[in-house]
Each structure stands twice: as C-alpha cells, then as structure tokens.
T-cell receptor, first 112, second 114 residues
C-alpha cells in the first residue's frame, strides 16, 4: 500500500518568515494530495489540496507544489503568523479510492 | 447543519471492557471513515465505508468492528479493550460527488484504557 513520509516532525519559525514542509509518497499511481491543519485539541481541517495533473496551487499565503517524477510534494506558508501554529498533515490517495494515507505530521510553531 | 458528530467526547475503560463509539453526519455523504490518532503516528485508518451496507478494513483494523447502520451513522466497536487502544478516535465523511476526496472530520473521542 501507499506510504507517506513527512519532514520535519517539528518546525519553529519567526513570525513573518516562511515555512516549508515536505512529503514523499511511494505509490506512483497516487493522484490526490491534500494538506490538513490541526490546531491543539481540535479536529483536522483541509487547508489546500492538489491533483496530479497540476504542479502548483496557491491560496493566499499557502501554496503546494508537486513533483510527480520525484514523488514528493511540499506545503509552503509565507509571512507566517502566530495563528499558523498547529500540526500539519500531508496525505496521498491512489486512483479509484477515496482513502487517504497520512504522513505523521509536522508541529509548526510560529514565534512572535 | 452539525456536520460530523461523535459521542462520547471522552471515555475511560478498563482492560477487557467493551464499548461503541458513535458517529453521525448530516451532509448526505456516501463515504465514512474511522481513524485513530496517536502521538507521532499521524492519522491511521481503522475501517471505512464507501457506501451504506459496505465496510472495508483499513491499515489498523485488529481489535475493532464497525457497523454502517444507515447512510448517516457509522459506529466503531471495541469488543475487549486493551491499553494499546488508548488513543483519540476521529470519524470522517466525504461526499460522493463534487469533491469526493475532501474528508470532513468529527471532533474526536479521547479513549483511555487502563
């Protein structure tokens, strides 16, 4: 089955700096890659996603890039703010299935 | 519109006891999922149901059973709880059309087995 590796496991940045989280996946057939944000004590919520036919997608301060050849995708957060502090999970889904395989998460801390 | 709801929010069990975690969604979604979340392990799929009347095993199904009671409800049962099942359990659902990959999560159930 699919295996998703996520790095780093923890990340601290100064407010206003950028943060980058990287994930690799094992199944070259996977075609959907979402990112979820989980604030402390809350449920995971989708923040951005990308399909395999697209190389990059942006939504305000958040962007995701996908390199199908290398089988990795990344989350980029620019101009970080304290409210960006949370655990971020990447995931991958193979075609024909709506199941998601999640990475182990990255705890992002934005220092004011 | 409550979205995905779960009961109970918290539960403490003794080893060997049984219990059922309840999940319901009011978004008319076809697919429903049960995950467990452990520190440093991310979210791992226990069971999922692609539609009413069907269930399939996920990554970590041992020690659990599920029932898709109807389109709205998907329950997770622990027949004989073990300390290794101490975890936070999330239920999720996703629609059949539009954005079928987008999963909506419930608030979670924090289970401790002593």
């Amino acid at each position: 089955g699919e295996n998703v590796e996520q790095h780093p496991s923890t990340l601290s940045v100064q407010e206003g700096d950028s943060a980058v989280i990287k994930c690799t996946y094992s199944d070259s057939a996977s075609n959907y890659f979402p990112w979820y944000k989980q604030e402390l004590g809350k449920r995971p919520q989708l923040i951005i996603d990308i399909r395999s036919n697209v190389g990059e997608k942006k939504d305000q301060r958040i962007a995701v890039t996908l390199n199908k050849t290398a089988k990795h995708f990344s989350l980029h957060i620019t101009e970080t703010q304290p409210e960006d502090s949370a655990v971020y999970f990447c995931a991958a889904s193979p075609p024909g299935s709506y199941q998601l395989t999640f990475g182990k998460g990255t705890k992002l801390s934005v220092i004011p | 519109n409550a979205g995905v709801t779960q009961t109970p929010k918290f539960q403490v069990l003794k080893t060997g006891q049984s219990m059922t975690l309840q999940c319901a969604q009011d978004m008319n979604h076809n697919s429903m999922y049960w995950y467990r979340q452990d520190p440093g392990m991310g979210l791992r799929l226990i069971y999922y149901s692609a539609s009413e009347g069907t269930t399939d095993k996920g990554e970590v199904p041992n020690g659990y059973n599920v029932s898709r009671l109807n389109k709205r409800e998907f329950s997770l049962r622990l027949e004989s709880a073990a300390p290794s099942q101490t975890s936070v359990y999330f239920c999720a659902s996703s629609p059949e059309t539009g954005r079928p990959y987008e999963q909506y999560f419930g608030p979670g159930t924090r289970l401790t087995v002593t």
